[in-house]
């Protein structure tokens, strides 16, 4: 069973900063591309920032130039790096993994969440 476990939210005022982390444990035999999502109060959950294996990123528009996304492999983790941030970042983020294990094959796995609070 592959198991993926964020931290690293809380509340922060604008302009502030955060750095979100998220580990994967379990039987796993790899892992593709890492992410974060977030879903907002009454919105759709939408992709903040992906990274493959290889390290090649994609950010959403919204948050380009202020967040940044980065993995270690040998620890199984990802990271967001959240700078600037605004009230419309706040959101619940969850962190996504493909990952291959021995009991699913290739598959989505998705960690519980972890609320980022901006305000003042």
């Known amino acids: 069973q592959v198991r993926l476990v964020e931290s690293g939210g809380g509340l922060v005022q604008p302009g502030g900063s955060l750095r979100l982390s998220c580990v994967a444990s379990g039987s796993i035999i790899g892992i593709n591309a890492m992410g974060w999502y977030r879903q907002a109060p009454g919105k759709e959950r939408e992709l903040v920032a992906a990274i493959t294996s290889d390290g090649s990123t994609n950010y959403a528009e919204s948050v380009k130039g202020r967040f940044s996304i980065s993995r270690d492999n040998a620890e199984k983790s990802v990271y967001l790096q959240m700078n600037g941030l605004k009230p419309e970042d706040t959101a619940v983020y969850y962190c996504?993994?493909?990952?291959?294990?021995?009991?699913?094959?290739?598959?989505?796995?998705w960690g519980q969440g972890t609320l980022v609070t901006v305000s003042s």
């Open positions: 996504n993994a493909r990952v291959l294990s021995f009991s699913a094959g290739w598959a989505p796995a």
